[in-house]
C-alpha cells in the first residue's frame, strides 16, 4: 500500500463520551463525529484564523 496525507479543517470542541475525554468534531460536508483526546490531538492543530488557505486572496 502507498502512503497518503491529506488536509482538512475541521470545527471541534472538548466533549467527553461514556466518560472518555474527547472532541465533538464538525467536517465541511456537515458530518459530525467523536473522536479519543489523543488520537484527535495528535492529528489536529488549533488555527487562529478562519481559512489560512484563502487568507491571501
Do not use: H
Not at 500500500?1 to 472532541?23: H, R, S, T
Amino acid at each position: 500500500m502507498k502512503n497518503y496525507i491529506g488536509v482538512k479543517i475541521v470545527k471541534a470542541e472538548p466533549k467527553e463520551k461514556n466518560g472518555v475525554p474527547g472532541y465533538a468534531v464538525k467536517y465541511p460536508d456537515g458530518y459530525v463525529s467523536w473522536s479519543p483526546k489523543e488520537t484527535f490531538e495528535k492529528a489536529y492543530r488549533e488555527l487562529d484564523c478562519q481559512d489560512f488557505i484563502n487568507s491571501a486572496e
